[in-house]
């Protein structure tokens, strides 16, 4: 039989699992009578409830054989035709004149239940009831209203997309991978539960985000509230425990099939990690170490390939209008289970490690091009600001009428549920004068009077700048006074740096950490392969098996340095002293160094050396070295 177009269908492998219990609402078709008698859908029926339905409703016992012999399933209900019935050995044209009209009208109750979700990315994408009232919560639908890309929309205005949107193709995407597990590899005994569990967890794995998304965990809250260590994946683990319980869906996710609280606590682990304190070998409650590739779905802590990445990346660049050059569709096609050191992981075909390397490439495209924007991220920067001089301003009434500012409204998830980006025109339109400062920030932003961009520079290797430094720097910036050298040197300084007084407050040091996602590590280390072969074997390809033009490193640091101060001949002298802050650090030269300092630059040894006089000292260094060692 084909597998392509609407005359063949390819058959569907009965899971080892039992899916009884799953319960599915829908409208009666009065044709049939006692339709599912386990309240299933019959998409999910197995053979043997697919048999016994047919039984019911009076069809010889030849027909309900053929249907067992060939482990026909009710996922293919949708896809019969008179050939397919022809095939598996129903060869009587009164019989299939009979059940061919019976099975597609009762298939016709999977449009009653499934709600329709048309994506610009996806395409039509389907989802269960259960999911659907998920959705249909004011802490859901609150991720309409957070942008996906935070302050980046001030810079490319396509990317007007909110969480909203991703999450929904990231259930998407989750439902899809782990049924093709399930088709390609019934012995894995996936189920329905697993699938309805794995697909809330991508659904809801975002709840926790807050105003502008990264920008509030990433920055606003490590100012706000530097001792603590909170971030979006716990609140999401907060959120969602909030959800169910303020919606009281907790007997609604029983009532299809979930087994609480061992599938909450599942939910759970895929979104924020183990909950565990005290384990000996496997840290996960919710499933046990047989179904251990479950994990690597929503949020793979393995290698980080998983949905999120995949929804995000083709989403982000449709908005973005960047050219996506990974392929999740090749992924699912050739993803496999396969053990590896006594645990069972998610492998694909050799030939598909090019195509993961792409993924991580455009990971880091998108982060250099748009995610990093030097522009988009000055004014998060400055949304920050805004937040922080408003923050005790701001009153966010939560459970039992306690009231909370922006930086304590994660403590509270009612409190937490009414912060969304709106918080920006709530101050930006306040009529409190306590704000006046904030809104002049956000004020600033709207005319594009934005904090100036003074340089960009990287620390060589080995001398990153760690994170309790970062508090330092505009106080480094400031003491680089650019005329003590020029003086030294006998050269006569083009500014009076003293004049224009610059002092810390006036720099912003941005330190981007740029990496595959595994900080100085090769994520690619971390995925198995399997070959043609033998596709039960798992086994590593390393990057000198691939290509000789991969990369040497998979982690840097950027420094980029901004100035408040925007008239000009504050900026000139601004950035003499970012380029003597760069000599004094041994950092990279700035790349405009040479026309904004032109009479610093030449000081520096090795800022003015082409890539030949580089390589042939590093060459002389080498072979010094040599000498002394032989």
Not at 260 to 266: A, Q, S, T
Request: aromatic share 10%.
């Amino acid at each position: 039989m084909q597998n392509s177009g609407k005359e063949g269908i390819s058959k569907r492998a009965r899971p080892d699992s039992p899916t009884e219990g799953f319960h599915t609402p829908e409208k009666k078709v009065s044709a049939l009578e006692d339709a599912d008698p386990d309240h299933l859908h019959p998409r999910y029926w197995g053979t043997e409830q697919l048999c016994c339905f047919l039984r019911r409703n009076g069809f010889e016992d030849r027909v309900e054989r053929c249907f067992r012999d060939n482990q026909v399933t009710g996922s293919v209900l949708p896809y019969v035709t008179g050939s397919y019935l022809e095939q598996i050995g129903i060869g009587w044209p009164t019989e299939r004149t009979k059940l061919l009209p019976f099975l597609r009208k009762l298939e016709q109750t999977h449009t009653d239940i499934m709600k329709v979700f048309n994506d610009p990315i996806h395409g039509h994408i389907e989802m269960h009831p259960l999911l659907v009232q998920i959705i249909d919560t004011p802490q859901f639908q609150r991720l309409r209203y957070i942008k996906q890309l935070g302050g980046t929309y001030y810079v490319f205005p396509g990317a007007s997309h909110n969480r909203f949107e991703h999450s929904l193709g990231v259930g998407h995407l989750a439902g899809r991978l782990v049924r093709a597990l399930q088709e390609r590899q019934p012995g894995l005994d996936i189920n329905q539960r697993d699938i309805l569990c794995v697909q809330i967890a991508g659904l809801c794995h975002d709840l926790g985000h807050g105003p502008f998304s990264h920008m509030f965990d990433g920055r606003f809250i490590p100012l706000a509230n530097p001792k603590s260590k909170w971030k979006h994946e716990q609140a999401s683990v907060k959120m969602f425990e909030y959800l169910i319980v303020s919606n009281e869906l907790g007997p609604v996710m029983e009532y299809y099939g979930l087994q609480l609280p061992e599938d909450i606590d599942f939910i759970k682990e895929q979104i924020g990690g183990p909950t565990k304190t005290n384990y000996s070998s496997w840290p996960y409650s919710g499933r046990p170490k047989e179904k251990s590739f479950l994990y690597e779905i929503v949020a793979n802590q393995r290698n980080g390939i998983d949905v999120d990445k995949w929804d995000y990346f083709a989403r982000d660049c449709h908005h973005l209008g960047i050219q996506n050059n990974f392929d999740y569709e090749r992924f699912i096609k050739f993803a496999r289970v396969c053990e590896v050191d006594n645990e069972k992981h998610i492998c694909t075909r050799d030939k598909e490690v090019g195509n993961l390397y792409d993924m991580f490439h455009t990971r880091n495209c998108l982060h250099r091009r748009a995610y990093q924007h030097k522009v988009g991220n000055i004014i998060e920067t400055m949304i920050t600001d805004a937040f922080l001089k408003a923050d005790k301003y701001i009153k966010i009434k939560g459970s039992k009428g306690k009231e909370y500012h922006l930086s304590t409204a994660i403590e509270d998830m009612k409190a937490y549920t009414k912060l969304t980006d709106d918080v920006f025109l709530t101050i930006l339109h306040s009529e409190l004068p306590e704000l006046r400062e904030a809104q002049e920030i956000l004020r600033k932003i709207e005319r594009r009077d934005l904090y100036k961009y003074l340089g960009e520079t990287q620390p060589p290797e080995g001398k990153e700048i760690k994170k309790e430094q970062y508090d330092e720097l505009p106080a480094e910036i400031a003491a680089s006074n650019p005329e003590t050298k020029s003086q030294e040197v006998g050269l006569k300084p083009e500014t009076k740096s003293q004049d224009v007084g610059l002092v810390a407050e006036d720099f912003i040091v941005d330190v981007i950490n740029m990496d595959y996602g595994m900080k100085e590590k090769n994520p690619i280390n971390n995925v198995r392969f399997y070959c043609k072969s033998d596709i039960t074997q798992a086994v590593k390809i390393t990057k000198e098996q691939v290509s000789k033009f991969l990369p040497e490193t998979f982690a840097e640091q950027l420094i980029r340095v901004y100035c408040k101060r925007t008239d000009k001949e504050s900026i000139d002298v601004a950035r003499k002293y970012f380029v003597k802050w760069c000599m004094v650090k041994d950092f990279s030269k700035p790349r405009d160094g040479d026309v904004v300092a032109p009479e610093l630059t030449p000081m520096k040894e090795g800022w003015n050396q082409d890539e030949g006089d580089k390589k042939a000292v590093l060459e002389g260094e080498q072979q010094s070295i040599r000498k002394s060692l032989f």
